[in-house]
Antibody
Framework: EVQLLESGGGLVQPGGSLRLSCAASGFTFSSYTMTWVRQSPGKGLEWVSVIGGSDGRTYYSGSVKGRFTISRDNSKNTLYLQMNSLRAEDTAIYYC???????????????WGQGTLVTVSS | QSVLTQPPSASGAPGQSITISCSGS????????VYWYQQVPGTAPKLLISRTHQRPSGVPDRFSASKSGTSASLTISGLRSGDEADYYCAGWDDSLPDPLYVFGTGTKVIVL
């Protein structure tokens, strides 16, 4: 059974940093592109970043580029999101998600974690 | 700001059919797969339609989807109270300098 479990969320002051983790199990983690998606309170879904399974290629949304860094440790089956220079508008539930195909990029997400809440406030 | 536009809401009585539209452009819907996600408030999104019109295992055949040019649509037939949720279209956008994954604005489905 595929499972994705996010952790690391919490309350942080503007300008601060936080690192989210997503522990994966039930599939060959290194074979799949993984993604972070966020959802601000009462708002829609917003794609944040993606990382390739084996080549580690990364892409970011314009709203986080230069502030957030996605990474993965295939030996630990874990996905990360390092978030720096946090702003109030980064307040959201952050979900990790698994690609629905092992063929690289340009697919969607068939499994999602339960999400972890990040609140940026003074 | 989302590049995929959906109606804010759609409604129908139990048993009826409704269709949700998703309008994009040549760099996203026109050139890539379309995905649809269902999100019951307070829960994580769930994949409803993969690769434009494929239903993942476990998704009832009451849900169907299609694409034409730069627009896509999701049809829910035999509407049930359990279908009340937010629905999002999504897909890759061949933006420069890097591709982006984009979600639609979301449609709230209300079963009357």
């Amino acid at each position: 059974e595929v499972q994705l479990l996010e952790s690391g969320g919490g309350l942080v002051q503007p300008g601060g940093s936080l690192r989210l983790s997503c522990a994966a199990s039930g599939f060959t983690f290194s074979s799949y592109t993984m993604t972070w998606v966020r959802q601000s309170p009462g708002k829609g879904l917003e794609w944040v970043s993606v990382i390739g399974g084996s080549d580690g290629r990364t892409y970011y949304s314009g709203s986080v580029k230069g502030r957030f860094t996605i990474s993965r440790d295939n030996s630990k089956n874990t996905l990360y999101l390092q978030m720096n220079s946090l702003r109030a508008e980064d307040t959201a539930i952050y979900y990790c998600a698994k690609d629905d195909d092992s063929g690289g990029f340009y697919y969607g997400f068939d499994y999602w974690g339960q999400g972890t809440l990040v609140t940026v406030s003074s | 700001q989302s590049v995929l536009t959906q109606p804010p809401s759609a409604s129908g009585a139990p048993g009826q059919s409704i269709t949700i539209s998703c309008s994009g452009s040549g760099s996203n819907i026109g050139n890539n797969y379309v995905y649809w996600y269902q999100q019951v408030p307070g829960t994580a999104p769930k994949l409803l339609i993969s690769r434009t019109h494929q239903r993942p295992s476990g998704v009832p055949d009451r849900f169907s989807a299609s694409k034409s040019g730069t627009s896509a649509s999701l049809t829910i037939s035999g509407l049930r109270s359990g279908d009340e949720a937010d629905y999002y279209c999504a897909g890759w956008d061949d933006s420069l300098p890097d591709p982006l994954y984009v979600f639609g604005t979301g449609t709230k489905v209300i079963v009357l």
